[in-house]
């Protein structure tokens, strides 16, 4: 992100238009490809489509399992080359530090993942299941009440997709895999005659004792699709809250590991990561009620369709409310009212125990002098220094 700074504002306008239009370039060329890989989980609509395929699958009964774990697994690589793709475009919209560009980073990841995996694999799905029958019956009624009625059929598909997701990538992630294919690459290539030069990165090459920084960016719009998945079908199907905890389980174990005992703590986002995941979790909120009050509707719920009306009216007063009372203080409140604040929450309370108890970590750091000097010339530099 340095090359944005002290860019025109005419440039950095043209770059962040770009990056838009890129963006939405991507999310309709990966429609495609998505769409054919739903299409491979629905094993028993694909042979009424494809001539050929149930006599293959009778001589080769494991090519119906394969066809039907190939789809996940498909997916799930399908969406890991996301983050590289739209970091590149995000960098070109101007931004100066790693801060904002991961908070644009986490706004378009968790919206293409709400639109490819959750509305592109829900409703290819449920098209590729159902074209035989559209094409035999092509009524208008046909059609919706097809669409209605195979839509909530999907929770198979996304449990797949979501526990190979989650198992695949804790797996991964426990085993550091990319870090330990790159310090076997680090102790061949670059400086290695001494202990410190092998354990020093080169050329963006880390050994395997530098700590990393942890990227929150694809955990966080990951745990965005998920909300997005069980607030949808908890209510269609309620099996998908439990394996949504064991998901969230696996995730909270695995990462809380590594943020102890792997990832650098000096990590830090500058807090502009959380309102984005707020946002985004109340935009999952909204849509899976709209969802779920056309679902009804589809399905001629005559009371239970208008009593999600006052749900989303309460949902939409209560993001106005935390919009006023919480985003905008946080935002603009000064630190003496905080202060001020806790201390009527709080009463009197005796701080003095932390004075001079914080030093900043570059005056922590001792005067480091080179390898080769001797103490003489320690002290020679000393000397002048006083």
């Given at each position: 992100?340095?090359?944005?700074?002290?860019?025109?504002?005419?440039?950095?306008?043209?770059g962040y238009l770009l990056?838009?239009?890129?963006?939405?370039?991507?999310?309709?060329?990966?429609?495609?490809?998505?769409?054919?890989?739903?299409?491979?989980?629905?094993?028993?609509?694909?042979?009424?489509?494809?001539?050929?395929?149930?006599?293959?699958?009778?001589?080769?009964?494991?090519?119906?399992?394969?066809?039907?774990?190939?789809?996940?697994?498909?997916?799930?690589?399908?969406?890991?080359?996301?983050?590289?793709?739209?970091?590149?475009?995000?960098?070109?919209?101007?931004?100066?530090?790693?801060?904002?560009?991961?908070?644009?980073?986490?706004?378009?990841?968790?919206?293409?993942?709400?639109?490819?995996?959750?509305?592109?694999?829900?409703?290819?799905?449920?098209?590729?299941?159902?074209?035989?029958?559209?094409?035999?019956?092509?009524?208008?009624?046909?059609?919706?009440?097809?669409?209605?009625?195979?839509?909530?059929?999907?929770?198979?598909?996304?449990?797949?997709?979501?526990?190979?997701?989650?198992?695949?990538?804790?797996?991964?992630?426990?085993?550091?895999?990319?870090?330990?294919?790159?310090?076997?690459?680090?102790?061949?290539?670059?400086?290695?005659?001494?202990?410190?030069?092998?354990?020093?990165?080169?050329?963006?090459?880390?050994?395997?004792?530098?700590?990393?920084?942890?990227?929150?960016?694809p955990l966080l719009a990951?745990?965005?699709?998920?909300?997005?998945?069980?607030?949808?079908?908890?209510?269609?199907?309620?099996?998908?809250?439990?394996?949504?905890?064991?998901?969230?389980?696996?995730?909270?174990?695995?990462?809380?590991?590594?943020?102890?005992?792997?990832?650098?703590?000096?990590?830090?986002?500058?807090?502009?990561?959380?309102?984005?995941?707020?946002?985004?979790?109340?935009?999952?909120?909204?849509?899976?009620?709209?969802?779920?009050?056309?679902?009804?509707?589809?399905?001629?719920?005559?009371?239970?369709?208008?009593?999600?009306?006052?749900?989303?009216?309460?949902?939409?007063?209560?993001?106005?409310?935390?919009?006023?009372?919480?985003?905008?203080?946080?935002?603009?409140?000064?630190?003496?009212?905080?202060?001020?604040?806790?201390?009527?929450?709080?009463?009197?309370?005796?701080?003095?125990?932390?004075?001079?108890?914080?030093?900043?970590?570059?005056?922590?750091?001792?005067?480091?002098?080179?390898?080769?000097?001797?103490?003489?010339?320690?002290?020679?530099?000393?000397?002048?220094?006083?």
């Amino acid at each position: 992100v340095w090359s944005n700074v002290g860019i025109a504002h005419k440039k950095q306008q043209i770059g962040y238009l770009l990056a838009q239009v890129l963006t939405a370039a991507t999310c309709l060329l990966y429609t495609i490809p998505v769409t054919f890989i739903s299409s491979l989980a629905q094993v028993e609509s694909l042979q009424k489509i494809i001539p050929g395929l149930e006599r293959a699958i009778e001589k080769n009964p494991w090519l119906g399992a394969v066809l039907g774990q190939l789809s996940p697994l498909l997916l799930v690589g399908l969406t890991s080359l996301l983050p590289t793709i739209l970091r590149v475009f995000c960098k070109h919209e101007g931004h100066v530090g790693e801060n904002s560009l991961n908070a644009s980073l986490l706004s378009k990841l968790a919206s293409l993942y709400i639109i490819q995996i959750f509305f592109v694999q829900a409703i290819s799905g449920s098209i590729f299941k159902q074209l035989q029958d559209m094409i035999n019956n092509p009524s208008f009624g046909q059609i919706i009440d097809l669409l209605a009625t195979s839509v909530p059929t999907q929770v198979k598909a996304f449990i797949q997709y979501v526990q190979i997701q989650n198992l695949l990538g804790c797996s991964v992630e426990l085993l550091r895999v990319s870090r330990v294919i790159m310090a076997v690459l680090r102790s061949h290539v670059g400086p290695n005659l001494t202990e410190k030069e092998k354990s020093t990165p080169w050329m963006g090459i880390l050994p395997i004792i530098e700590p990393e920084e942890m990227d929150f960016v694809p955990l966080l719009a990951q745990m965005v699709l998920y909300f997005m998945i069980n607030l949808v079908y908890s209510c269609i199907a309620p099996v998908m809250s439990y394996f949504m905890l064991l998901a969230f389980l696996v995730l909270s174990l695995t990462y809380r590991h590594q943020l102890i005992y792997t990832y650098s703590a000096k990590n830090d986002q500058g807090g502009v990561l959380s309102p984005r995941m707020i946002n985004l979790l109340i935009l999952c909120i909204f849509i899976s009620e709209c969802t779920l009050l056309g679902i009804l509707t589809l399905k001629k719920g005559v009371l239970a369709a208008p009593l999600l009306i006052p749900l989303i009216v309460g949902t939409y007063v209560f993001v106005l409310y935390i919009r006023q009372q919480h985003f905008r203080i946080a935002e603009f409140v000064p630190s003496t009212i905080c202060k001020r604040t806790d201390t009527t929450n709080k009463g009197d309370f005796d701080i003095s125990f932390l004075q001079n108890q914080y030093l900043q970590p570059s005056l922590r750091e001792k005067t480091v002098f080179p390898e080769n000097f001797s103490e003489t010339d320690v002290l020679d530099v000393l000397r002048d220094s006083n």
